[in-house]
């Protein structure tokens, strides 16, 4: 019975993330409303405040869930696990709403009150563990500091789907990212890691 209990738990966590990621995602998080989200998502307003208190503290959650939308397609290590996190997430930044929520609210929240930078730096540490996997099996050109090329790839990732969300509507944001790795991967990545490395769009492209 308590397995039960906490599957439907987790099951009601998971649609009111869904049904707020939608709604986040077309109007914002200002003009977002509670009874809109619990009406995409079927539920009441007691099953809400059972796990989330408010409605930025459902933000906060969406937010936090963009690297979940992400990693369980990742099955690769050092450079190549770092550039495929930035395919697959160009990618379904075109095709997830939860992802596309969390990355707005991300960039978006100055202007209703939060600043919260956990999913940035959470986003870098990711990167610098691929890094350090790429360090330790040779792919980096000697005198490349991994937190600073974590936190670029962060900055730039951001900047590339701002940009080309407001010139197509991220139409081409998977080719804007294989670029940008056309430029850096020559500058941090030793010859033979970097003519190893496969920056094929097509490995974004996840079920």
């Not at 977002?32 to 989330?52: E, P, V």
């Not at 290590?77 to 495929?84: I, M, P, S, T």
């Amino acid at each position: 019975m308590a397995e039960i209990r906490q599957e439907r738990a987790v099951r009601t966590r998971e649609l009111l993330l869904r049904a707020a990621a939608e709604e986040f995602d077309e109007k914002g998080y200002a003009a977002a409303l509670i009874n809109h989200i619990l009406a995409r998502a079927g539920l009441t307003a007691g099953a809400m405040y059972f796990h989330f208190k408010s409605k930025e503290d459902l933000a906060v959650a969406v937010m936090n869930a963009q690297k979940h939308t992400i990693e369980p397609h990742l099955n690769s290590r050092g450079l190549q696990r770092l550039v495929d996190i930035t395919l697959v997430w160009a990618h379904r930044l075109r095709v997830d709403p939860l992802l596309r929520a969390g990355v707005r609210l991300a960039v978006e929240q100055g202007s209703f009150g939060m600043h919260d930078a956990s999913t940035f730096l959470e986003w870098r540490e990711i990167m610098v563990k691929c890094l350090a996997d790429a360090e330790s099996d040779k792919e980096l050109m000697p005198g490349v500091v991994l937190e600073d090329v974590a936190e670029f790839v962060v900055g730039a990732c951001t900047g590339i789907q701002l940009y080309a969300n407001l010139v197509n509507g991220r139409e081409d944001l998977v080719e804007r990212t294989v670029r940008m790795w056309e430029l850096l991967l020559p500058g941090m990545a030793v010859p033979s890691a970097a003519r190893r490395i496969s920056l094929d769009a097509e490995r974004g492209q996840v079920s």
